[in-house]
């Protein structure tokens, strides 16, 4: 007797969990499905979307200020956040003046940039050359450049944050409104929500305070040795911070063509123009970041590349510095859902197998009575 109830309880069991996976395996679809859509509006609505995210994270960057008046000044909230909008569009404008003016010097200058880049395959050949190697024309990537790419590109790049900035009215706006509907509270706002601002808002101070060292310390040490369009290196070294991994390596190799070529360099000067500022970006992303910024994003560098990929094909270059703080979001909350935590532990890189979840069997009458009987 006992046997019969036991072997009903597990059919019982069994049947109950199949539909609890076709439910899974729906809500994925769904969730795919959703994504596709969300995507193309995205894409479509870009134009108010990226001043509306950025006005978001400038918020976040710029709320402990608000805090610290309210809490220690006893300024009242909206005395404090008038002053920190102030604070915010003084901030814009400055930023504004500097990607203009090292727009301009790189206009002026593109053309002879791209003859230094165009001559960098002879200059590594030449040199392979001494030392013994011979590397067929294949091998050598930089020797397909086309004439324009690299300075049309860089240019391409500047002019598209000054287009973002020139949109300061619209992002001031979306500030001002964001500011204003926030309370202030000594405590951190619990739940979900206050999860994410304490994410964005140390990722998004971290990443100010490191990429404007990095900028004037790689500024600082090009000037220092007299090498062209150290500005604009500099201000490169700050955008590109914003952008994990492969950032820093693009902003160090960008001086390349400029230090090697330039007559006024000694060798010696040249190595060092080229390796301190290879020596800040390492330093200050593998172990000054990491130390201010601990965990709090909890992402696999693989998801932050793909990320990058995807933001980048919807926003562009603004949509590849704010990929990873997107991503942060949509991790914390996917996570807050039984059936789609798995995607936000594969996002944190958590690879191990999560318990499929059967439902606990809830005895009926009928199922009551025979156990009875």
Same mark, same amino acid.
């Given at each position: 007797?006992?046997?019969?109830?036991?072997?009903?309880?597990?059919?019982?069991?069994?049947?109950?969990?199949?539909?609890?996976?076709?439910?899974?395996?729906?809500?994925?679809?769904?969730?795919?499905?959703?994504?596709? @859509?969300? +995507?193309?509006?995205?894409?479509?609505?870009?134009?108010?979307?990226?001043?509306?995210?950025?006005?978001?994270? !400038?918020?976040?960057?710029?709320?402990?200020?608000?805090?610290?008046?309210?809490?220690?000044?006893?300024?009242?909230?909206?005395?404090?956040?008038?002053?920190?909008?102030?604070?915010?569009?003084?901030?814009?404008?400055?930023?504004?003046?500097?990607?203009?003016?090292?727009?301009?010097?790189?206009?002026? =200058?593109?053309?002879?940039?791209?003859?230094?880049?165009?001559?960098?395959?002879?200059?590594?050949?030449?040199?392979?050359?001494?030392?013994?190697?011979?590397?067929?024309?294949?091998? =050598?990537?930089?020797?397909?450049?086309?004439?324009?790419?690299?300075?049309?590109?860089?240019?391409?790049?500047?002019?598209?944050?000054?287009?973002?900035?020139?949109?300061?009215?619209?992002?001031?706006?979306?500030?001002?409104?964001?500011?204003?509907?926030?309370?202030?509270?000594?405590?951190?706002? +619990?739940?979900?929500? #206050?999860?994410?601002?304490?994410?964005?808002?140390?990722?998004?101070?971290?990443?100010?305070?490191?990429?404007? +060292?990095?900028?004037?310390?790689?500024?600082?040490?090009?000037?220092? !040795?007299?090498?062209?369009?150290?500005?604009?290196?500099?201000?490169? @070294? !700050?955008?590109?911070?914003?952008?994990? =991994?492969?950032?820093?390596?693009? +902003?160090?190799?960008?001086?390349?063509?400029?230090?090697?070529?330039?007559?006024?360099?000694?060798?010696?000067?040249?190595?060092?123009?080229?390796?301190?500022?290879?020596?800040?970006?390492?330093?200050?992303?593998?172990?000054?970041?990491?130390?201010?910024? #601990?965990?709090?994003? &909890?992402?696999?560098?693989?998801?932050?590349?793909?990320?990058?990929?995807?933001?980048?094909?919807?926003?562009?270059? /603004? #949509?590849?510095?704010? @990929?990873?703080?997107?991503?942060?979001?949509?991790?914390?909350?996917?996570?807050?859902?039984?059936?789609?935590?798995?995607?936000?532990?594969?996002?944190?890189?958590? !690879?191990?197998?999560?318990?499929? @979840?059967?439902?606990?069997?809830?005895?009926?009458?009928?199922?009551?009575? &025979?156990? /009875?009987?």
């Amino acid at each position: 007797m006992a046997h019969g109830i036991t072997a009903r309880t597990r059919l019982w069991c069994r049947d109950m969990a199949l539909p609890h996976q076709e439910q899974r395996l729906q809500t994925v679809c769904l969730l795919i499905l959703t994504s596709l @859509a969300v +995507a193309l509006a995205l894409y479509w609505l870009r134009s108010a979307m990226v001043p509306f995210v950025l006005a978001l994270f !400038f918020s976040f960057a710029l709320a402990p200020f608000v805090d610290l008046q309210v809490r220690y000044l006893r300024l009242p909230s909206t005395l404090a956040v008038t002053a920190t909008l102030v604070l915010g569009f003084f901030l814009l404008t400055t930023l504004a003046a500097v990607v203009s003016a090292s727009v301009s010097e790189l206009t002026a =200058n593109a053309v002879s940039y791209q003859e230094q880049i165009e001559r960098l395959p002879l200059y590594i050949d030449t040199l392979l050359r001494s030392w013994g190697i011979r590397t067929p024309e294949v091998f =050598n990537p930089v020797a397909f450049i086309q004439p324009g790419t690299v300075g049309s590109m860089v240019i391409s790049t500047t002019n598209a944050v000054l287009g973002v900035l020139s949109q300061g009215t619209l992002v001031m706006i979306f500030m001002f409104f964001l500011m204003a509907g926030r309370t202030v509270d000594p405590a951190m706002p +619990a739940g979900v929500w #206050g999860e994410i601002e304490f994410s964005i808002k140390r990722y998004v101070l971290t990443k100010m305070v490191t990429s404007g +060292a990095t900028g004037v310390l790689v500024w600082l040490i090009l000037t220092s !040795f007299g090498v062209d369009l150290a500005e604009v290196f500099g201000l490169f @070294a !700050f955008l590109l911070h914003f952008i994990p =991994n492969i950032g820093s390596v693009i +902003a160090t190799l960008l001086p390349l063509p400029v230090v090697l070529f330039d007559p006024d360099l000694s060798s010696t000067s040249a190595t060092l123009a080229l390796l301190l500022p290879a020596v800040v970006q390492f330093t200050i992303g593998n172990f000054v970041e990491p130390r201010l910024m #601990g965990t709090s994003l &909890d992402l696999h560098p693989v998801a932050i590349l793909l990320a990058l990929v995807v933001w980048g094909a919807l926003w562009g270059i /603004v #949509g590849m510095l704010l @990929a990873t703080p997107i991503t942060a979001v949509m991790k914390i909350l996917v996570e807050k859902l039984d059936l789609t935590a798995p995607m936000g532990a594969l996002m944190a890189g958590r !690879f191990e197998t999560y318990p499929r @979840a059967v439902p606990t069997p809830v005895r009926r009458e009928d199922d009551k009575k &025979d156990a /009875v009987g």
